[in-house]
């Protein structure tokens, strides 16, 4: 992960062994830049997990020769062992293949006030796995700016099967009045999600 000025200049490096962050945020509390990731294929159904978590200046995460903390990639046996003592473990993490894309902080006041400084995120689904995980938005809980590690679902339904999905989560905001605006591109479609009752 690269940081340039607002000019476009003084390029440097902020955090390494990031796979594919695909969605990034800054938690307006703290001033933390965030991301969700994309992790590797290939090694089952069940690793490695996808996750979302909180980006440290120079933090290493593991691409490509660990991940989740200091598991070695059984494709690069040995690769890199000076520096499987320097891994970041991620703050959340998502199970594999979730294919979690944007995210974003909630600070509106029309869901219940718990969920004020929540992350959510769309996950947009798994293509190789046999049973097929994500293809929802999910709600990371953040207390004090400080992720605990889980998160649940927030909207699902889109999965009909293991052969078929009729929706995609990818894009993921918070409208003026404090509802949810997400899209999905199974159907090209934009919902959004309100509260009906404040009881």
Not at 15 to 28: D, E, K, Q, S
Not at 74 to 96: C, E, M, N, S, Y
Not at 147 to 152: C, L, N, Q, R, S
């Amino acid at each position: 992960m690269l940081v340039f000025d607002p000019q476009g200049k003084g390029r440097r490096i902020f955090a390494t062994g990031i796979r594919n962050c695909v969605g990034l945020a800054v938690n307006p509390t703290t001033g933390d830049l965030w991301c969700s990731t994309n992790e590797r294929d290939g090694l089952g159904d069940n690793l490695p997990p996808d996750y979302i978590t909180r980006v440290r200046e120079g933090g290493f995460y593991g691409w490509p020769w660990y991940y989740m903390g200091a598991h070695e990639d059984p494709r690069h046996p040995g690769g890199r062992p000076d520096l499987k003592d320097k891994i970041t473990v991620p703050d959340v993490l998502i199970q594999p293949h979730s294919a979690s894309m944007q995210l974003m902080f909630y600070s509106g006041d029309q869901f219940p006030a718990d969920l004020q400084g929540s992350v959510f995120a769309a996950e947009h689904g798994s293509w190789n796995r046999a049973t097929r995980t994500g293809y929802k938005i999910i709600r990371a809980i953040v207390k004090n700016g400080v992720p605990t590690g889980e998160y649940e679902d927030f909207v699902t339904g889109f999965v009909l099967d293991d052969m078929s999905v009729w929706g995609r989560p990818v894009g993921v905001v918070q409208a003026k009045d404090g509802s949810l605006i997400f899209s999905e591109d199974g159907n090209g479609t934009i919902w959004r999600v309100s509260r009906t009752s404040r009881e």
